[in-house]
Each structure stands twice: as C-alpha cells, then as structure tokens.
Nanobody, 131 residues
Framework: QVQLVESGGGLVQAGGSLRLSCAAS???????????MGWFRQAPGKEREFVAA????????YYSDSVKGRFTISRDNAKNAVYLQMNSLKPEDTAVYYC?????????????????????WGQGTQVTVSS
C-alpha cells in the first residue's frame, strides 16, 4: 500500500501564505511508479474540486483557474514528497486539502483534474483563511 500524509494546514489571514506538504510512504512505495500527483480541496457543503497537479516526470504542472498565479505545486523526488505553496490566500480558499497519487501520467485536464483518476489519497489537512 501507498500512504500519503498531508501537513502544513492551519489558520491564516487573507493575503497570507501557507505551504502544504504531502509525504508518500509505504512498503511498496519504492516500487510504485508515480505518474501524477494532485491536490484537491473540499469546502463545507461543496464537492471536492481540483486545485493543482504535476507529472512526476517533470513534463508539466497544472492549475485550476481559481488558483493560477497564486499557488505553486512542486516535488522532491528524494523525499517522495509533493508541496503546494499557497500565496495571496483568500477566504474562498478555505477547505480541507487532499493530495492524491496515481501511476498514470496525465497531460489532459480530462484526467488530471478528475478525482476518480487517482488511486491513493491522504487524510486531508484543513486550511482556513479569515477575512
């Protein structure tokens, strides 16, 4: 199994920044070929939505329109980790943030932005942005 553990969430004022981390581990992770890792979020009463994704090969990073220019997704191969740097946070960014992984490498938004395309999920980390 592959385990994903998010951290870095918290309470921040509007205009502030947070950096989320997602650490991947597990007995089989060393042989698990990561193709795409993504960040999704779910606000109370709303469906889970795509935030950002990257192709582990380095061939591309992708963002939702709502976070483009404010959030940056990156990875550290040596640490088996993916990060989400969130700047200029807004109250509407308040949500539980989840990281997800799949062995498939997706370059189309039809796939990387769809939560059904991911095999493994973390437990989530709460981000609250106050106005």
């Amino acid at each position: 199994q592959v385990q994903l553990v998010e951290s870095g969430g918290g309470l921040v004022q509007a205009g502030g920044s947070l950096r989320l981390s997602c650490a991947a581990s597990g007995r089989t992770f060393s042989s698990y070929i990561v193709g795409t890792m993504g960040w999704f979020r779910q606000a109370p009463g709303k469906e889970r939505e795509f935030v950002a994704a990257l192709r582990w090969s380095g061939r591309g990073t992708y963002y939702s329109d709502s976070v483009k220019g404010r959030f940056t997704i990156s990875r550290d191969n040596a640490k088996n980790a993916v990060y989400l740097q969130m700047n200029s946070l807004k109250p509407e960014d308040t949500a539980v943030y989840y990281c997800a992984a799949t062995p498939a490498e997706y370059g189309s938004s039809y796939n990387y932005a769809s939560d059904s395309k991911y095999n493994y999920w973390g437990q989530g980390t709460q981000v609250t942005v106050s106005s």
